[in-house]
Every structure is written in C-alpha cells, then in structure tokens.
C-alpha cells in the first residue's frame, strides 16, 4: 500500500530517466515503491514555488524516502 494515503498499491518507482548516467542533479532512488502516482504527484508540487507554476515541469524536489533529487521525468509507473 502507498504509505502518503494508504487507499491504493504503490507504483511509483524514481528512475533517472532526464540526463545521461553522469549529468545533471538528478539521482536514481534505490527505495522500494512505496508512493502511488497520486501521493508522488502531490509530494512533488508541493516542493515547488507556489508563485511560479509555470516551472515546475523543468524544477526538481528529493525524494520523500531517501532524499534522492529527481525531476518529473524521472517518475516510472512499477508494473506488477
């Protein structure tokens, strides 16, 4: 279960999916799932300037687990 709302399956994985391996800021999360889409999607924009909407496509926050930075690209559905 998604430990943010407890209501669905976690399915979120952070995968560094935006740069090469050894580029940019962002990091692969070696946590285990245990966010939802929903929970991760929520997580994330509340970690970004409220005043400023229109970055937050290309802005970053760290994970709520381990605190590995990531950015919106970097979030992958976990098939099961």
């Given at each position: 279960m998604?430990?943010?709302?407890?209501?669905?399956?976690?399915?979120?994985?952070?995968?560094?999916?935006?740069?090469?391996?050894?580029?940019?800021?962002?990091?692969?999360?070696?946590c285990?799932?245990?966010?939802?889409?929903?929970?991760?999607?929520?997580?994330?924009?509340?970690?970004?300037?409220?005043?400023?909407?229109?970055?937050?496509?290309?802005?970053?926050?760290?994970?709520?687990?381990?605190?590995?930075?990531?950015?919106?690209?970097?979030?992958?559905?976990?098939?099961?």
């Amino acid at each position: 279960m998604c430990i943010g709302c407890m209501q669905t399956n976690a399915n979120v994985k952070l995968v560094k999916n935006c740069d090469a391996p050894d580029a940019g800021q962002c990091r692969t999360c070696f946590c285990r799932p245990m966010w939802c889409l929903d929970c991760m999607g929520k997580w994330f924009a509340s970690r970004q300037d409220q005043a400023r909407p229109d970055t937050w496509l290309q802005s970053t926050c760290s994970c709520p687990s381990c605190r590995a930075v990531f950015c919106i690209l970097d979030i992958s559905l976990v098939e099961f």
